[in-house]
């Protein structure tokens, strides 16, 4: 089994292609992004489809698709993090609200409309997702979130309840008793995405430097070892990343995230499991999993390892405790016996980017020149498309329902100074896990999960 060296996404496509040339000097652009995922490149794309004459540069500090982008677990998911009492407030909170809910649906056919239009096989199918309880108190909170989410406005086709019965003939995991489903969710070859989309920019003449890091973003001008770039308008899309700017260090928490992918299944395990819809799958745990079947018939599951490296320390190609390693694969055995005498092929891990309110911001300062989006807690995938999208019109300054959006223009409250950030986010992670404990041999949710949810401010 490989570990780490970024990932198995990136092992199945052959690795990285020749890197593109870094920056030589200093340059000038109408609008450079910092940051080659999924958030710098899906606002380039949209720029330069509506405004060809854009000079728009993207500066990348180490690879395209380098950071979550290509090490995420493939989910086009309609959703997004955070309650909704931090995006509105008021007689229209549950209209805007639902506005945002609405968008991000769509968001998901408009990744698949993209690859369509380009040509693109990066396994996108758009099976929906499954979200399965594991036991009676996981059951409890998964009919609670269906019914908190019917009431800001989703109906039974936007999300509903699966019994073990209605369960059972789409995917058999052992010992779920309830379930829930959304059609909004597709899954996705998450490199082959970003290679495509990386292709696409390219074509429509943006410019694209890899191996060069930002040291610092200011108004309408950042700061390279190569020297400066001046532009009209800066983007920070560097999610996970960002606390290595300064001045952003509490902006955003880069928490950890790991996976484990299997070699291909045999025919009688997946006779035995099912997944023939290919569904991306969560169990409902408060610290939880959440897998894919792959295209070529693996399971791919991820999860918390280290929750989060004091100072905000990013870790680099992927390395991955063994202890982590063996913590997801007995989850994956757990939920899949017929799985448990296949290999490994890969585990790896990457940092995904926390809002103190674990909300998604984007917004622009048109006085200043910058503009920025990120906050995804790992549901970026379709999210950064919208908020590509939603730059796009704050930048060109085109009236649109996006820009109307709530997540446009709040500015989260910022993370404590370490070592309290450390000590609470891996703390929360540690109660979450006790509390999961005591959901095993219980029959109702883990009164302290409730109280971990209200402090934290994630539900």
Partial sequence: MRVGELGFWWRSVGGPPPPRPPLQGPAEADVAIVGGGYTGLW??????????????????????????????????????????????????????????????????????????????????????????????????????????????????????????????????????RAGSFTPHVARVHPVKLALALADAVARLGVVIHEGSPVCEIAAQRLRTSAGSVHARWIVRATEGYTAALPGLRRLLAPVNSSMIVTEPLPADAWREIGWGGAEVLSDAANVYCYAQRTADGRIALGGRGVPYRFASRTGGAGDTPART???????????????????????????????????????????????????????????????????????????????????????????????LRWAEINGLYALYRRADAHERHSARPSRLAGALDRVSGRH
């Fill in 43 to 176: 606002t380039a794309y949209y720029l330069k489809r509506a405004a060809p004459a854009l000079q728009v540069t993207v500066l990348e500090a180490q690879r395209v698709g380098f950071g979550a982008s290509g090490r995420n677990g493939g989910w086009v998911t309609g959703f997004f993090s955070g309650p909704p009492r931090v995006y509105a407030a008021g007689a229209s909170a549950r209209a805007s609200y639902r506005a945002l809910q609405r968008e991000m649906f769509a968001t998901v056919d408009e990744v698949g409309r993209f690859l369509s239009e380009h040509g693109a096989d990066a396994d996108f199918h758009k099976g929906g997702h499954l979200t399965v309880a594991l036991n009676d108190a996981q059951a409890q909170r998964l009919r609670a979130q269906v019914r908190a989410a019917h009431g800001h406005g989703l109906d039974e086709h936007d999300l509903r309840e699966l019994d073990s019965e209605a369960l059972a003939p789409r995917l058999r995991v052992d010992g779920a």
């Fill in 325 to 419: 390693i063996a913590t997801l694969h007995r989850k994956l055995c757990a939920m899949f016996p017929a799985a448990a005498g296949v290999a490994l092929d890969h585990a790896w891990s990457g940092v995904l980017g926390v809002a103190r309110d674990w909300g998604v911001s984007v917004g622009a300062d048109a006085r200043a020149g910058l503009a920025w989006a990120g906050g995804y807690v790992g549901e970026g995938v379709a999210a950064a498309n919208l908020a590509g999208r939603t730059l796009c019109d704050l930048l060109l300054e085109r009236p649109s329902e996006l820009v109307r959006l709530p997540w446009v223009g709040r500015v989260p409250a910022r993370w404590e100074p370490e070592p």
